[in-house]
């Protein structure tokens, strides 16, 4: 085939005009997020990046423990999936010829399914919110009935279907009307069961962990709401986009208890392998059955760049070496050792109020101090704005320490740790040595973190 591309050099583009990159969003994307990352510090320009680390022009070298909100599940430029990738690059595959069946699509929904006990059918569409939207779609098929319940402060992603499941406030205003929901709090029977005695509830939504505060679902809440969910005629929905494929130290978040078997899963994020966006919604064979009841009917759910071949390669390969470095072990064991030893210093700090989650999937959480002159400092920044306390912590963790860490959500005082999953020992060290050194700090009552922090409530109470 002959070559009609020779005038564009993607090398010679990034050379020429990727020192722009902060004036290019400015200009034609969210004018928002440069000035977002302008005010913390944190516009950095990395030039490169492999496994769990980043490096700037300068040479310097940051430790990555958010992995792109828990895409970057193998870390970086993994090289067994740029190998896929190359590879059905190169196979030239007639893709997407929308009337055949090619064997990738086949092959990865039958190598999740073998990690996905009592599911037996796959959708596969290009992200998380887009698992999370067929979910919702096959449950009120299913079952005949409209309504959605969810849980307080979940998130389940933000085109309007997902967000009309979404529990936070800040992410709903101004989008309505949206879809029939009813939110719930995360553990509570009694209020599940007052909606579904209703009638018109098709399903539950529920993240067995909660990205926003890494707050876990209480023993038992799975499997009881589970069993008021089919009395009712209604399913269980359990979203682990950010949860699956090994982020909590089993294959998926909700295995961690036992008798849970959901009707509906749904999975994105490291199943990419970071290059090639992908969703998957797992379901049972009836769900699918009613959902696909005739040839007439084939078309009724799909996406226009579901099943690719270069996001099947990418999943397959995600899968083997999962399998091959046993990354589902390295997450359990190295998330055991960092909870471990951040949770020893607890009773250090007096404005560390605690450290939870499991695996890889780690929230420390900030609390009101008990000295007389950290509670004035304390409440300074709680009467701007909550949450600038874990913003001054995650700052100094970057600009002095180069780790990459996010707050875990809009007006929460809980740094969340989804770093990727083959970090060990050598990152754990690092990692809670830079965070004693900010914690020493914090509780000095001095220095720079508080100057930044009175520069942030500034800024707070501006944007009133």
Known sequence: ??????????????????????????????????????????????????????????????????????????????????????????????????????????????????????????????????????????????????????????????????????????FRDGFAPLLPDTAIALGDLDALRRELKRGDVAGLVVEPIQGKGVHTSPPGFLREAQELLHRHKAVLIVDEVQTGLGRTGDFYAYQHEEGVEPDLLCVAKALSGGYVPVGATLGKDWIFKRVYSSMDRVLVHSASFGSNAQAMAAGLAVLAVMEEEETVANARRTGDLLRERLAALVGRYELLHEVRGRGLMIGIEFGRPSSLRLRSRWAMLQAARKGLFAQMVVVPLLQKHRILTQVSGDHLEVIKLIPPLVIGEPEVDRFVTAFTAVMDDAHSGGGLMWDFGRTLVKQAVANR
């Open 1 to 170: 085939m002959k070559d009609r591309s020779q005038g564009f050099d993607l090398a010679r583009l990034l050379e020429e005009r990727g020192a722009e990159r902060y004036e290019l969003h400015t200009r034609h994307l969210n004018h928002q997020l440069p000035r977002m990352l302008h005010t913390l510090g944190f516009d950095k320009v990395y030039e490169r990046a492999e496994g769990a680390y980043f490096w700037d022009a300068d040479g310097n070298e940051y430790l990555d423990m958010l992995a792109g909100f828990g895409v970057m599940g193998l870390g970086r430029h993994h090289p067994v999936v740029r190998r896929a990738l190359h590879d059905v690059l190169d196979a030239s595959t007639a893709d997407l010829t929308r009337f055949d069946c090619q064997p990738l699509p086949g092959l990865l929904a039958e190598k999740l399914l073998a990690h996905s006990p009592h599911m037996d059918r796959v959708f596969f569409g290009n992200s998380g919110t887009e698992a999370v939207e067929t979910a919702l779609k096959f449950a009120r098929y299913a079952t005949g009935k409209p309504r959605i319940l969810y849980c307080d402060h979940a998130f389940h992603g933000l085109t309007t279907g997902s967000l009309s499941v979404n529990g936070e406030k800040g």
